[in-house]
């Protein structure tokens, strides 16, 4: 039988390659996403492709309680269980502390970290009920090393460095690993927002000249969610191309 992931923010970046990766091994993915249109269409042609799995798309704001608890019904409507949660959904927002609106502040701490305080408190009790399952969290090398201009955004991702190991430590018992994936800098539309300069730099600032593709992040989420990965939990792994070293 099929096992069953949700991969938030599915609808592009990392998220999108991340369900392909778990289609190409036969799962049933519910693509969870705020972008309904996008989240949709994408859903469609990967029905198509991998007609031997199911690929839903389910409308969430990650950072709202109601909604969260909204796809966890919606969820378990259609599945009695869970395998594997990827909480990859995400936003960036320059600036130092200073210039930063109170509103900026709390959007990318409720994006960024609360969402997988709801997603978990959603899901996660089905989880220890069936003792298994596999959490992935999404953090970013700024929440590791802090970063220029990025304060919000090293901090949120800082706090799910932490969590990442709180929730190994409070989960194992159930049988349930939770890993960090930790990106550097990465080629999808959230990186492409920065001009020619920025990308030129980031690709000269890894040892391998080249930044990160969104499918090497989605290779890591699927073993990390594998059962080859079976004595790996609480950590952070970077995935850089050596940014940051
Ligand atoms: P992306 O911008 O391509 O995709 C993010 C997805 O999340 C979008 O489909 C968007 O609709 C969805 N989303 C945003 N807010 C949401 C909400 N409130 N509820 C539900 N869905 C929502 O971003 P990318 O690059 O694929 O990023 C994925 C994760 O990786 C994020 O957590 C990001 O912070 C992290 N990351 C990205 C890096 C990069 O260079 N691209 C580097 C390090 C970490």
Not at 81 to 92: E, L, P, R, T, Y
Not at 120 to 145: C, D
Not at 177 to 201: A, C, D, L
Not at 214 to 225: E, G, V
């Amino acid at each position: 039988m099929n096992k069953n992931v949700i991969i938030t923010g599915a609808a592009s970046g990392m998220g999108l390659s991340d369900t392909k990766e778990f289609l190409k091994h036969n799962w049933n993915v519910v693509m969870a996403d705020f972008n309904e249109e996008v989240g949709t269409q994408k859903a469609i042609e990967l029905q198509n492709k991998f007609p031997n799995s199911k690929v839903i798309f389910m409308k969430v704001d990650v950072s709202d309680a109601k909604s969260v608890d909204q796809l966890a019904k919606n969820v378990f409507k259609i599945f009695d269980s869970v395998d594997v949660i990827v909480n990859n959904a995400g936003i960036f927002a320059s600036g130092a502390l200073h210039e930063l609106k109170e509103s900026t502040w709390e959007r990318v701490m409720n994006i960024d970290v609360k969402s997988i305080f709801l997603m978990t408190k959603a899901f996660v009790p089905r989880m220890m009920t069936m003792r298994r399952g596999v959490i992935l969290n999404t953090a970013s090398v700024s929440g590791l090393y802090g970063d220029y201009n990025m304060a919000a955004y090293s901090a949120a991702k800082g706090a799910v460095v932490n969590l990442t190991r709180s929730m190994a430590l409070d989960y194992g018992k159930y049988g349930i690993r939770v890993n960090n994936i930790v990106p550097g800098p990465t080629n999808t539309s959230m990186f492409q927002k920065n001009s020619k300069e920025v990308i030129q730099s980031f690709n000269n600032a890894s040892p391998l000249g080249h930044i990160v593709e969104p499918n090497d992040i989605a290779k890591m989420a699927y073993f990390l969610a594998s059962d080859d990965a079976k004595s790996i939990t609480g950590q952070n792994i970077q995935v850089t191309a050596g940014f940051g070293i």
